[in-house]
């Protein structure tokens, strides 16, 4: 059942019940109570992306009055923008490389588990 099914199957049984006698289930009553504390959580977060972003766009602002003042055109930038981004290629390559490197060396001590001998008595000899 879908959180949104859940809630409408609650306010059903809410309805459906005389004024005086409403009550909910113990597991319903911790869900709703579970599914508000996760509303403000989310809402939380919100507010605190909608500050990031503000700052962020801020600090882009006195960039460019900063840039516009000295006469530096964005281009001057372009080569720096280039090269972050070539490193952060790099490093995305240089995770994904040390995952397999890892993955291949599991995969050799498994099968060296079938043998008397390990990576370093290999490798001492």
Do not use: C, Y
């Not at 981004?85 to 498994?110: D, F, P, R, W, Y």
């Amino acid at each position: 059942m879908t959180d949104k099914e859940r809630l409408e199957e609650i306010k059903k049984v809410i309805e459906s019940q005389k004024e005086s006698v409403r009550k909910l289930s113990v597991n319903d009553a911790k869900w709703l109570i579970q599914e508000a504390k996760e509303k403000q959580r989310l809402k939380e977060r919100v507010q605190e992306m909608a500050h990031v972003i503000k700052v962020k766009n801020k600090e882009m602002r006195e960039l460019s009055n900063f840039l516009k003042q000295r006469n530096i055109p964005l281009k001057e930038l372009s080569p720096l923008i280039t090269v972050m981004h070539h490193v952060q290629e790099l490093e995305k390559e240089n995770k994904t490389l040390k995952a397999i490197s890892q993955a291949k060396s599991e995969e050799m001590n498994g099968l060296l588990e079938h043998f008397d001998t390990s990576w370093e008595e290999i490798f001492d000899e």
